[in-house]
């Protein structure tokens, strides 16, 4: 196989996510005024749809396009983003309904290990897949996976929030907007830096690296559960604000990382044309 360095992306294609905020705006805006001014409720669900993905696809969008070379194949980050959302939703909604009606206090913290773990599921599938390609695939997956359980849980707030204000759209596309733009600083963080110490973990092949890589992942593991628990047992706006500020510093570090590690690094033997930059994990 080849092993000739992965091409370097431009820079407007780096800032490609810049694009999908500006058109995915665009497009909400047009199919709310289309859908007020014919009145035709039709159209609400792609108006559901558009509140919800817009900005969690946009920050996918610049964890998988703004680093130099390719950090996972577009097809894996599409079935992250796809099939962790359900996944992730599904498996959250079974196991999360006897939690929240056994446990008292220790259940917010119940909830943040459920949502956790079951958003991790597919991203480790893919892992296992192509992580010996791409080592720093992690963090695009678990934001891929992240985006995609957000997209759909804001979905569902939204549309209990229409029929709780029985018809009310505007009461609706506030808690799709609120939401919308707290995305990046919840699920999608945090699923993002879990998965990208995962990959850490997985990719180690000396003992000792290996051990360490470990240790880093649960330690990672449990500061995003108490994040998340945080978030949703303590709704004071000073929580949620510094809960914020930890979520996007952390995930915009770990999104730097492959930038930092693309420098001067050396494909390995055996990679295939173009994956990655070959750097270990």
């Known amino acids: 196989m080849s092993t000739s360095p992965a091409p370097v992306r431009s820079w407007w294609s780096r800032a490609s996510w810049v694009l999908v905020l500006v058109l995915g705006i665009a497009t909400y805006v047009a199919e709310q005024q289309v859908m007020l001014a014919t009145r035709n409720p039709n159209l609400f669900p792609s108006l559901l749809l558009l509140g919800a993905a817009v900005v969690p696809m946009?920050?996918?969008?610049?964890?998988?396009?703004?680093?130099?070379?390719?950090?996972?194949?577009?097809?894996?980050?599409?079935?992250?983003?796809?099939?962790?959302?359900?996944?992730g939703t599904l498996s959250a909604g079974v196991l999360e309904y006897d939690v929240l009606t056994r446990l008292g206090v220790g259940s917010m913290l119940a909830v943040g290990v459920i949502e956790e773990a079951t958003k991790l599921v597919v991203p480790l599938v893919v892992l296992l897949l192509v992580g010996r390609w791409y080592p720093f695939a992690g963090v695009v997956l678990g934001v891929a996976s992240g985006a995609g359980f957000a997209t759909l849980e804001t979905m569902g707030y939204g549309f209990t929030a229409l029929l709780a204000s029985r018809g009310d759209v505007l009461a609706a596309e506030r808690t799709l907007q609120l939401r919308a733009l707290l995305a990046p600083a919840g699920h999608v963080a945090w699923t993002g830096v879990a998965a990208a110490a995962l990959a850490a973990a997985l990719g180690a092949?000396?003992?000792?690296?290996?051990?360490?890589?470990?240790?880093?992942?649960?330690?990672?593991?449990?500061?995003?559960?108490?994040?998340?628990?945080?978030?949703?047992?303590?709704?004071?706006?000073?929580?949620?604000?510094?809960?914020?500020?930890?979520?996007?510093?952390?995930?915009?570090?770990?999104?730097?990382?492959?930038?930092?590690?693309?420098?001067?690094?050396?494909?390995?033997?055996?990679?295939?044309p173009g994956a990655s930059y070959g750097v270990r994990a």
Do not use: C, Q
Not at 64 to 83: D, E, I, K, N
Not at 234 to 246: E, I, N, Y
């Open 58 to 87: 946009t920050v996918l969008a610049y964890a998988a396009t703004s680093s130099r070379t390719a950090l996972a194949p577009s097809t894996w980050v599409a079935v992250s983003a796809f099939f962790g959302g359900v996944v």
């Open 205 to 272: 092949r000396e003992p000792g690296r290996r051990s360490r890589a470990t240790r880093r992942f649960a330690w990672t593991f449990v500061a995003v559960v108490l994040l998340h628990a945080a978030w949703d047992g303590l709704p004071s706006t000073a929580v949620r604000v510094a809960v914020a500020v930890v979520s996007v510093g952390w995930l915009l570090l770990v999104v730097h990382r492959p930038h930092v590690a693309a420098r001067g690094a050396e494909p390995m033997t055996g990679w295939p």
